[in-house]
């Protein structure tokens, strides 16, 4: 009996709540909260409010923010810890290769870059937009297309889902997020939908659905989807990963290279003796911290990520070219290849153009090593160059806001992240004339091709990973609609292939998809036609209202010009009338950050 008291005593959890502010009384969002020594954690909310789980073993809270003095408090016997932090003056830091050589180098370029300085590191407070040099690339949203001068819609798909996670920072942190952060196709494909598994050769599903759009009810709403097969963890491939680890002085933050190194620690408890790691680092110049190791030394592993520093500039350029040759060196044939980059972008030494990172990149794909891009931080953040670097290296992009996205992203998607199951996925829609007028691509404004790529496969496309969904929508105008949707004169030297019997009145478009296996070099065809069958209101799924929520939420940030009659408020009842079972809370937390969008958003426009 004495016996099962004490175990009880030392399994039992509670759960501390606070307040974190600073030392005006202003709420922090976005603070870390853990406990001393673990990985896991908690972050404030907006109204810097946190809650953590302890167990009876910890002590210690340690509260981390960019620009603020760590904090640690004593927990025991406490429930309650209200914090406030202080602004610090940061110091030099010097960058260490953990078990070699020591490499002090400053670098003055890099600060003066990206922020005010004290000293000689940046520093960013968080109410201070005006030192703000994040870097986007300009999204020009799809317009309308006739279909009869334009039949056929072709994109690479898309699954990254970086822009979702970095809006919800902005939220997070009291503020909008700038119009060309805000992707809306990445957006969508945050969420997961109710996509049958796939059956038969091909390694996913297609599903489409058609309704009347929420915001222009004279037009209709096409969702198209995919879900690729699913893998047992048991049954992947042997992996020959390298990590490329970001270690200058921009990564010196809270919100970066801490958050990275717990982050890391997740994944690597996910390895297997018959996978392998190797670690490069880089910053003014770019090293080898550990040869490739089998995964079940996970000691050693986290050893050598743990000991790692920040400080100096950073050759990003240096670092992609020494990861690639130690891929190479121990490539697994049949094995899952993989570069796992983890930076906030700024590169200042060697390539740095977006251009120079580009070609980079595309030099190197072809070896059957693939890409995965984990951004962090904020302040100086480049998702442009990172969103490049995914797409071009064949891979894809997250953006880790905190430790629960990173566990999202490492853990629950560890196979879909990081395991391709089909590359250059292309999709191309051909729509019938004599039931649609025009169409609308929503988002995936930087994945369109020509339509003659479609059947080159020499044309890079995107990848698609075990488990995987992709989502695209489009807004339809049917036929004979009286709208003025812009358009060009009628062809003089083209033939219509419309025939006199309307031979093929039931069909609304035809998809078609063009993929490669992960080793392979030829193109595979899927082809799917789609009938004119809208679903009465009473019938919509889940799948295709939270998605149309979704993409609302997206076109009243970008305050885009499709928007229609689109609201805060429609967006949300919407997504509450979809939010199903949601076992991860995700949908909740959209619906949560819809609302705290709206309050900004009045704010903001009084």
């Known amino acids: 009996m004495i016996l099962a008291t004490v175990m009880i005593s030392f399994t039992e959890t509670r759960t501390i709540t606070g307040r974190v502010s600073d030392d005006q009384g202003k709420p922090l969002a976005g603070v870390s909260v853990k406990v001393k020594g673990a990985v896991t954690g908690s972050i404030t909310d907006l109204r810097g409010n946190f809650k953590i789980t302890v167990s009876p073993a910890d002590r210690v809270l340690v509260f981390s923010f960019s620009g603020y003095v760590t904090a640690e408090r004593n927990i025991s016997g406490r429930d309650i810890i209200n914090v406030i932090m202080k602004h610090e003056a940061p110091v030099a830091e010097e960058i260490v290769f953990a078990d070699q050589a020591v490499v002090r180098e400053y670098s003055k370029s890099a600060q003066a870059a990206t922020g005010v300085v004290y000293g000689s590191r940046p520093y960013f407070h968080p109410y201070n937009s005006n030192f703000n040099t994040e870097g986007y690339a300009s999204v020009n949203e799809n317009g309308y297309r006739n279909v009869r001068n334009n039949p056929l819609s072709t994109f690479s798909i898309d699954v990254d ?61 096409l969702q198209t989807g995919l879900r690729g097969k699913s893998i047992d963890k048991s049954e992947l491939s ?240 049917p036929a004979g609609s009286d709208e003025n949707i812009p358009s060009v004169d009628p062809l003089k030297y083209q033939v219509s292939r419309m025939t006199d019997d309307q031979k093929y009145s039931e069909e609304l478009l035809t998809i078609k998809l063009r993929y490669k296996l992960p080793d392979g070099n030829a193109s595979k065809l ?46 949300a009842a919407l997504a509450i009338s979809a939010r199903g079972e949601d076992t991860d809370g995700y949908r909740a937390e959209m619906i949560r950050l819809i609302e705290t969008a709206k309050g900004l958003r009045t704010f903001a426009d009084r």
């Not at 996670?165 to 119009?179: D, K, W």
């Not at 059956?199 to 037009?219: D, I, Q």
């Not at 050759?315 to 992609?320: D, E, F, M, R, V």
């Open 238 to 477: 042997p992996s020959n990963l390298v990590f490329l680890i970001d270690v200058s002085g921009s990564m010196n933050n809270p919100n970066k290279l801490p958050l990275l190194k717990s982050a890391f620690g997740l994944l690597v408890n996910e390895l297997r003796a018959q996978d392998r790691v190797a670690i490069v680092v880089y910053a003014g110049a770019a090293g080898l911290v550990l040869e490739s190791t089998p995964g079940n030394r996970k000691d050693l592993i986290m050893r050598s990520v743990d000991n790692l520093e920040a400080g100096g500039s950073t050759a990003g350029g240096a670092g992609l070219r020494l990861a690639y040759r130690e891929a190479e060196k121990n490539f697994i044939k049949g094995g899952n290849n993989r570069i796992i980059l983890a930076t906030d972008g700024d590169f200042n030494v060697g390539e740095t153009s977006n251009g120079s990172m580009e070609r980079l990149v595309e030099e190197k794909r072809d070896l059957g090593v693939f890409m995965t891009v984990l951004g962090f931080g904020m302040g100086n953040i480049k998702d442009d160059k990172m969103e490049i670097i995914a797409d071009k290296g064949n891979g894809n992009y997250s953006y880790i806001d905190n430790l629960q996205e990173a566990r999202r992203v490492l853990v629950r998607e560890f196979g879909g992240t990081l395991f391709t199951i089909a590359k250059d996925v292309k999709f191309q829609l051909e729509f019938n004339p004599a039931i649609v007028d025009s169409y609308r691509l929503i988002g995936y404004e930087n994945r369109l091709l020509d339509d003659e790529d479609f059947n080159d496969d020499t044309k890079d496309a995107g990848e698609m990973g075990a488990g995987h969904m992709v989502t695209a929508l489009y807004e339809i105008v």
């Open 526 to 571: 899927f082809e799917k036609t789609v009938r004119h069958d809208p679903l009465p209101e009473s019938e919509v799924s889940d799948n295709l209202k939270f998605a149309a929520a979704v993409a609302e939420f997206g076109m009243i940030l970008r305050e885009s010009e499709f928007r229609g009659t689109a609201t805060m408020s429609g967006a």
């Open 161 to 221: 889902n970086a822009s979702y996670s970095n809006i919800r920072r902005f939220i997070n942190s009291g503020s909008l997020p700038p119009a060309d952060a805000v992707r809306i196709e990445e957006m969508i494909n945050y969420f997961r939908y109710d996509y049958p598994e796939p059956r038969g050769a091909h390694p996913f599903s297609v599903y489409t659905e058609l309704a009347v759009c929420p915001w222009n009810k004279k037009h209709y709403l």
